[in-house]
């Protein structure tokens, strides 16, 4: 570092001459290897379990998958011999429960394929019961109350309809098995187990009114899933220089620079070539464990990028999108790059959701299977079993909106939500103007009361059009029919997609009962199923009216209409989980099964938890970069700025523009001082709520907050008055812009 040199100076000379690190992947090998000849080779799936388990014994396992049912425990020897056999020929020393606590990330003990025989010699071995079960410290989890300090008991137990996967690391090579997570009573400690339960519980529901309208013989309906992540991605030594980043995942300070996104010209754009380096690295790994990435692009903010997956049932897809996000951030690394998840890393520009495009699918050994109960068929009958879905959909959201807004309520997130390129903190429906008319018009009896007359009176006994996307994106909506699938826009581009997802399913599940029962009640004075079903439908369209909305969602008269309709704007994660605690919530989840009362009020203090100490960590880290790095740097470019007017002042000069600027950044510095008291009195009074939740929660979301905008506010406007080798941060400008 030269004298006149600074860490940020030297930064920018280090990124500016970082050589490209080539991805070592096979395309870019010197006889290129396809894609499909090592696409899942680190997953023991169903293609390995066909070719080296007995026949027997696979037709079980699969059976058992297929199903959604339970291990047999006669077949386990035998697969965990052949687990380890596979294992051991690639390489693998150790193995692990894989599993997702209430963390938002995923946890792992790694135990070594490894014993003592009678001789004390070495020998591998992995058996059934290290398979099926092991069992981890519980207590050292977020239980929110179900389990205390001193009861450390829990079990962490096989997910056989996950595969099982390798994972490489600094070459080492573990052996990971999906798991869930239980307590020693059976409490869900985990993300997955409740979304495994709430899978169940919409099978049987959907199960009950296919059946009824004549669609006999499914075995299970599942829900499919295709997540979408954002991301940005920025060079390695700037995140390191930024204790906000490196502390909160977000800038807590920073002045816009003059460019931001409104040139509109990084959206879909050339992938600069180091990032584009990267991405192909992180999709050759994820390919070796069968994730299917398929799309990868610019977004609309600087550095910021999006991948995405073909559609697969949910509950792999929730595992694979950990996968995703793990992958995604050890793999920048050797870019010497960091890969940035939090909601809105940045101020000013875009920030990162995850979109879950949603839909259920028939499991059945007969002609529906395969079905997508959210794709139009080709006869009146095919149709109505279409909107009869669709109609639960839209009533178990209507009555579940402010549950849906919960599952999405985290510290990033309400940063993001209501900005200008996110969904508001309002749930609503966007149904395209197709479905809205053919919707209007059920209400309305324009069709009539003969179901195949109204199909056809609507021009809906065939609908292939609505696959071929006849409805327009509407990127204000948190909840959009876009052909086929819902997406749900709203979820953060950090968080597991269990939760939210479970809580999709089972209002959702919840409304299918309701609308079964409205049906078997209408069957007793309507001869014809069909005629039955539309007379339900239109009923639950009607009823639902309020929760569809096909206009500008960022606009303040949605806000003032979704009021006169009744829809919650619950704007800060707060308010918004505390809908957990609801009547209606409870009842939801007691009667479905999916959660008990402990296990739901375990998830709104973890939740309140997390939103607290995610608040605290921010604050307490502006408080620390203000007092050691910001006011620091202030005070030396006064004394510049002084020693530099006393200079002019002695040579005589009768013009010294450093008095004015001094006096400038000097009244600034002294309100900085201010906001930063301020702000330390405000963590001094959340430590005192800290025993009341909900209070503390009140009171950063309002003083808290208000202390941070504040000092932000100074602070920005105090890097744009200061010379630039005085600021001790990267800026936005080079972060966002590097050379």
Not at 361 to 380: E, F, Q, R, V, Y
């Amino acid at each position: 570092m030269t004298a006149t040199s600074t860490p940020r100076s030297e930064a920018l000379r280090a990124i500016a001459t970082r050589v490209l690190v080539t991805p070592d992947v096979p395309a870019m090998a010197k006889d290129p290897i396809p894609t499909s000849a090592y696409f899942g080779i680190n997953t023991f799936g169903a293609r390995q379990m066909r070719d080296k388990l007995p026949k027997d014994v696979y037709e079980k396992l699969t059976e058992s998958i297929r199903l959604g049912q339970k291990l047999d425990r006669e077949i386990a020897p035998t697969v965990a011999k052949v687990v380890k056999e596979w294992a051991l020929s690639r390489g693998v020393t150790h193995f692990c429960h894989w599993f997702q606590p209430q963390t938002g990330l995923t946890a792992e003990k790694h135990d070594a394929f490894l014993t003592l025989d009678g001789s004390k010699g070495a020998v591998e071995s992995f058996t059934a019961e290290q398979l099926i079960q092991s069992e981890p410290d519980a207590s050292s989890f977020p239980s929110g109350g179900l389990r205390a300090t001193w009861e450390a008991r829990g079990y962490t137990a096989w997910n056989p309809a996950s595969p099982l996967f390798i994972m490489e690391a600094a070459g080492t090579k573990t052996l990971c098995i999906p798991s869930v997570f239980i307590g020693y009573n059976g409490e869900a400690l985990d993300e997955v187990t409740p979304l495994f339960r709430s899978s169940e519980v919409l099978s049987d529901a959907a199960r009950g009114l296919l059946d009824l309208i004549g669609d006999k013989g499914a075995l299970r309906v599942y829900t499919t899933m295709g997540t979408e992540q954002e991301f940005f991605m920025i060079d390695r030594t700037h995140f390191a220089m930024r204790p906000d980043l490196v502390m909160g995942g977000r800038t807590l300070l920073g002045a816009p620079p003059p460019r931001g996104q409104q040139l509109e010209d990084h959206y879909f754009g050339g992938i600069p070539e180091r990032v584009q380096a990267c991405m192909a690295e992180v999709e050759y790994e994820l390919y070796k464990l069968a994730v299917p990435i398929v799309t990868r692009h610019n977004e609309v903010a600087p550095c910021q990028f999006e991948m995405a997956p073909m559609y697969e049932e949910t509950d792999i897809a929730t595992d694979h999108n950990q996968l995703v996000m793990s992958v995604l951030k050890d793999v920048a690394l050797r870019h010497g790059l960091q890969a940035l998840l939090h909601e809105k890393p940045f101020a000013g520009i875009n920030g990162s959701g995850k979109h879950c495009n949603w839909s259920l699918s028939i499991a059945s050994d007969n002609a529906l299977n395969g079905i997508n109960l959210l794709k139009p068929g080709k006869t009146p009958h095919q149709n109505l079993r279409f909107l009869l879905f669709l109609a639960a959909i839209l009533k178990g959201v209507h009555k579940h909106q402010g549950l849906l807004r919960a599952g999405i309520g985290t510290s990033g997130n309400e940063h993001r939500l209501g900005a200008n390129e996110a969904p508001p903190a309002i749930i609503s429906v966007f149904m395209g103007a197709a479905l809205t008319k053919m919707i209007e018009d059920i209400i309305a009896g324009r069709a009539g009361t003969s179901a195949e007359q109204a199909m056809l009176k609507l021009g809906v006994a065939k609908l292939p059009e609505i696959e071929q996307d006849n409805t327009d994106r509407n990127r204000t909506s948190p909840f959009a029919f876009t052909g086929s699938k819902f997406e749900f826009r709203a979820v953060g581009s950090s968080q597991s997609i269990a939760f939210p997802v479970m809580l999709l399913n089972a209002v959702v599940a919840e409304a299918i009962g309701e609308l079964t029962k409205a049906l078997e009640a209408e069957l007793k004075k309507t001869p014809s199923v069909d005629d039955a079903a539309l007379k339900v439908v239109r009923a639950a369209f009607k009823e639902t009216s309020a929760i569809r909305f096909e206009g500008n969602g960022y606009s303040e008269a949605w806000v003032k209409e979704a009021k006169k309709r009744g829809l919650l704007n619950l704007r800060r994660a707060p308010e918004a989980l505390a809908q957990l605690e609801t009547p209606h919530a409870k009842k939801l989840f007691t009667t479905t099964r999916i959660l008990t009362a402990a296990e739901l009020e375990s998830r709104y203090h973890i939740r309140v938890e997390r939103y607290l100490k995610d608040v605290l960590i921010e604050m307490e880290t502006m408080a620390e970069m203000l007092d050691t790095q910001v006011l620091p740097a202030a005070y030396r470019y006064l004394g510049v700025l002084a020693e530099g007017a006393a200079k002019s002042k002695q040579a005589g000069i009768k013009v010294i523009p450093q008095v004015a600027a001094a006096e400038a950044v000097g009244k600034l510095v002294t309100q900085l001082q201010a906001k930063s008291a301020a702000l330390k009195a405000a963590i001094t009074k959340a430590g005192t709520l800290h025993d009341t939740p909900a209070k503390c929660a009140q009171f950063l979301t309002s003083t808290g907050a208000g202390a941070m905008d504040a000092a932000r506010a100074v602070s920005d406007k105090l890097e744009l008055s200061m010379g630039d080798e005085f600021w001790p941060l990267p800026r936005y400008r080079e972060i966002l812009f590097p050379v």
